[in-house]
């Protein structure tokens, strides 16, 4: 890393990849050495941390659905704080700091206070999810685009999806934040004129040793009687005909389930 990084205050934005610690790129790896202060999500695998300097400072400002936390603005303030104190500080957050991470929107406040600041990206758990459960995103054969979408429900927000128009965005559609909307969410798709039999795979805490993959259609998650099916966060949904590959490309170990089987609605 630039030496001069050790002498005033910065803050790296730090993509801390999908979870497999061994993801983390070497860049990452570096800047969380060379920081005075580790600022970290709750996506961010805890075996990351050991790559920070003896003394280092770590802060959790993690976020999780349904429970108190921290809010936004109050971590820019710590970034900013801490760095204009002459700090250097490693923001860490899972997967890409600029795909859904909120990286952009802790750029655009450390430039309005004049804060030295740099990206390291990271690998984004859209694409590793993926492809730790064999689904490539795209392939000759199936695919030749690819979206992504956030399924959080932020009614308030400018940045509602309008889904009956996503369901034709592109041939494989990527849909972060969703265990909670993606029944919903099959529904709309579908309404909007994707097929039913569509392949769908939802992933939660991909690339991690306890992964979890379930798989099925549209229709299948659509028309489940139960209002909420047992699937939790963290998880990624895959929309696409590349699903289809997931069981023939299986290269890495993890549990497999279909939508329509009891386990998934043991509520």
Request: aromatic letters at 8%; one cysteine or more; a negative charge.
């Given at each position: 890393?630039?030496?001069?990084?050790?002498?005033?205050?910065?803050v790296y934005l730090i993509g801390a990849g999908p979870g497999d610690p061994k993801l983390l790129t070497i860049k990452a790896a570096e800047?969380?050495?060379?920081?005075?202060?580790?600022?970290?999500?709750?996506?961010?695998?805890?075996?990351?941390?050991?790559?920070?300097?003896?003394?280092?400072?770590?802060?959790?400002?993690?976020?999780?659905?349904?429970?108190?936390?921290?809010?936004?603005?109050?971590?820019?303030?710590?970034?900013?704080?801490?760095?204009?104190?002459?700090?250097?500080?490693?923001?860490?957050?899972?997967?890409?700091?600029?795909?859904?991470?909120?990286?952009?929107?802790?750029?655009?406040?450390?430039?309005?206070?004049?804060?030295?600041?740099?990206?390291?990206?990271?690998?984004?758990?859209?694409?590793?999810?993926?492809?730790?459960?064999?689904?490539?995103?795209?392939?000759?054969?199936?695919?030749?685009?690819?979206?992504?979408?956030?399924?959080?429900?932020?009614?308030?927000?400018?940045?509602?999806?309008?889904?009956?128009?996503?369901?034709?965005?592109?041939?494989?559609?990527?849909?972060?934040?969703?265990?909670?909307?993606?029944?919903?969410?099959?529904?709309?798709?579908?309404?909007?004129?994707?097929?039913?039999?569509?392949?769908?795979?939802?992933?939660?805490?991909?690339?991690?040793?306890?992964?979890?993959?379930?798989?099925?259609?549209?229709?299948?998650?659509?028309?489940?009687?139960?209002?909420?099916?047992?699937?939790?966060?963290?998880?990624?949904?895959?929309?696409?005909?590349?699903?289809?590959?997931?069981?023939?490309?299986n290269w890495f170990k993890h549990q497999s389930f279909e939508l329509g089987a009891v386990a998934l609605l043991n509520a």
């Amino acid at each position: 890393m630039d030496d001069s990084s050790n002498h005033s205050g910065k803050v790296y934005l730090i993509g801390a990849g999908p979870g497999d610690p061994k993801l983390l790129t070497i860049k990452a790896a570096e800047a969380i050495a060379a920081s005075d202060v580790i600022v970290y999500d709750y996506l961010v695998n805890p075996e990351v941390l050991a790559h920070s300097r003896r003394g280092a400072e770590l802060v959790y400002v993690g976020k999780r659905a349904g429970e108190p936390s921290i809010s936004q603005d109050e971590i820019n303030q710590i970034l900013i704080e801490r760095a204009g104190g002459g700090e250097v500080v490693a923001r860490l957050k899972g997967g890409d700091p600029f795909i859904f991470g909120r990286g952009g929107e802790e750029a655009e406040a450390l430039v309005e206070s004049g804060i030295l600041w740099e990206v390291i990206p990271g690998i984004s758990s859209g694409v590793a999810a993926a492809a730790y459960a064999g689904i490539p995103l795209t392939h000759r054969n199936f695919s030749s685009s690819v979206a992504f979408i956030t399924g959080h429900d932020s009614r308030k927000q400018r940045t509602d999806v309008d889904w009956r128009s996503a369901a034709h965005f592109a041939d494989t559609l990527v849909i972060f934040m969703c265990a909670e909307s993606i029944k919903q969410i099959s529904h709309s798709l579908i309404e909007g004129g994707r097929k039913a039999s569509t392949p769908i795979a939802i992933i939660r805490w991909g690339t991690y040793e306890h992964q979890e993959v379930y798989s099925g259609t549209l229709e299948d998650l659509a028309n489940q009687k139960i209002e909420n099916p047992d699937i939790k966060p963290p998880a990624i949904a895959i929309v696409g005909e590349v699903v289809a590959l997931k069981d023939k490309l299986n290269w890495f170990k993890h549990q497999s389930f279909e939508l329509g089987a009891v386990a998934l609605l043991n509520a």
